[in-house]
C-alpha cells in the first residue's frame, strides 16, 4: 500500500510564498499521477493542480500562473510551489494519487 506523506505547510503573510511536498513511499512512484487538493473551511474539498507520470500539469483556474507543480521521481516527491499567496488560498492541502490514496493533510493559513 503507497503512503503519501505531506509537509511545508504553516502560516504566511498575503503575497508570500510555501512550498508543500508530498514523499511517496513504494518503488513505482514515477508510474502515478499525483495531484494536490484543498478544503477550506465549510467548503468542499477541490482539484488544485496535477501531474502525469510524463510531467504533463494541469490547474485550477484560480491558482494558475501563481502555483507550480513538479516532481522529482528520484526523491519520489511531488511539490507544489504556492506564489504570491492570498487569504483564499487558507485550507489544509492534501496530496492524492489516484484512486484513493490520500496524505494527512498540511495546513496553510494565508493572513496578515
Known amino acids: 500500500q503507497v503512503q503519501l506523506v505531506e509537509s511545508g505547510g504553516g502560516s504566511v503573510q498575503p503575497g508570500g510564498s510555501l512550498r508543500l511536498s508530498c514523499a511517496a513511499s513504494?518503488?513505482?512512484?514515477?508510474?502515478?499521477?499525483m495531484r494536490w487538493y484543498r478544503q477550506a473551511p465549510g467548503k468542499q474539498r477541490e482539484l488544485v493542480a496535477a501531474?502525469?507520470?510524463?510531467?504533463?500539469?494541469s490547474y485550477a483556474d484560480s491558482v494558475k500562473g501563481r502555483f507550480t507543480i513538479s516532481r522529482d521521481n528520484a526523491k519520489n516527491t511531488v511539490y507544489l510551489q504556492m506564489n504570491s499567496l492570498k487569504p483564499t488560498d487558507t485550507a489544509v492541502y492534501y496530496c492524492?494519487?489516484?484512486?484513493?490514496?490520500w496524505g494527512q493533510g498540511t495546513q496553510v493559513i494565508v493572513s496578515s
Open positions: 501531474i502525469t507520470s510524463g510531467g504533463s500539469t
Open positions: 492524492n494519487t489516484p484512486p484513493s490514496i
Open positions: 513504494g518503488s513505482s512512484f514515477r508510474f502515478y499521477v
